[in-house]
């Protein structure tokens, strides 16, 4: 088997990959903007944070592909290669076993899907924030090109997909449920005659192409000309069991509460709902996580803080969008190879001074 990388926008497979159809060019990245940062050893810094942007984004776009076969979200196999794009990566490719490479030599279920089909989920697939950064940018990319025949296009999803994809997929791009075909990737092997594969919106770690902002700006209710003074606090309180542990959680939301913040569960809310309320945010707080990703509907001048600093998305986000990003990484750390958990462990004092310098730099 060969590795087929399909994030450059150009065909490196010669086994039934079209032309790509590009939607936007290629372009240079948004950023680096300087950041407000609570160290553990130089206190608070503002400057450029050592996570730079790619600077030459990839194009966006999509490939027709002939006899794609799908496993799971994510696991694509073309003839005797191997293809991904960006997240996929070639680490989720590699653990397919061998007796999946070929459709017929599978003992799974076999499904043929003769129709064209848009495969653009991936791996987490089930996670709210993976769909805003991953995969709804990606469908929004094949309506672009196609316009009106985006709507006899189906698509391809597991079974176990949540209900909320498919409101998401309706709201964003009208796709109407019946147009969707479903899967199971534990025991179905799909064969689509024709496929289509876009790409990702971003190149690297992260480093969205402008496609992000006018895709999701388009989401958006009419802006209202009014001084924003809406403040949101994602919380992860429901999710107190992951490998996220922060002591002082209960504290820092009390905290957040006396200063006016409204405690916010994205996951319990609508997905109207959701975008209503970052779009009026003067200033979006939370711990690091994909919570915070819906501040992509957050306009210029938002002030947007994380505790922790896990990757780079929150702060591309940041740049793509111009918000005013705050980090505070005193106190927070990395999982260990005895410990798999990704601490918050500043203290009150800290938590306090992170509240100040967020409503200091609200506009």
Known sequence: MRFSDLSQGTKTADCGISDFQECMPAEKSVGPFKIWELTDHRGWV??????????DLNPVGFYTVKDLIVTRPGSTILSTHLVYDCATGQDNQRTIPPEEDYFSQSSKNKIVIEEPVIVADGISFEIWGHWLIDYLPRF???KAVRGEHFADLKILLPHSSPEWIYRFLALACGVKKDTIIGYNPGSDIVLCKEAILPSYCYTGEFSFHSFVRDFYNSLKPNISTEKKSRKILVSRSDF?????????????????????????????????????????????????????HSTLFSG????????????????????????????????????????????????????????????????
């Not at 980090?327 to 800290?350: M, Q, R």
């Open 46 to 55: 503002h400057e450029h944070h050592w996570k730079k942007p790619t600077e």
């Open 140 to 142: 929004g990319v094949v």
């Open 240 to 292: 107190s069991h992951s490998n996220r542990p922060f002591p002082n959680r209960a504290a820092f939301e009390s905290m957040a509460a006396e200063r006016g913040y409204e405690i916010s569960h994205p996951e319990k809310l609508s997905l109207e709902e959701q975008i209503e309320i970052f779009s009026d945010a003067a200033a979006v707080i939370g711990e690091h996580g994909s919570g915070m």
């Open 300 to 363: 210029p001048g938002t002030v947007v803080g994380c505790l922790g600093f896990w990757n780079a998305v929150q702060l591309n986000i940041g740049y793509l969008m111009g918000h005013q990003n705050v980090y505070v990484t005193k106190g927070c750390a990395w999982p260990t190879p005895e410990k798999n958990e990704f601490l918050i462990g500043c203290s009150e004092e800290d938590l306090q001074a992170f509240l100040q310098k967020i409503d200091a730099l609200i506009p």
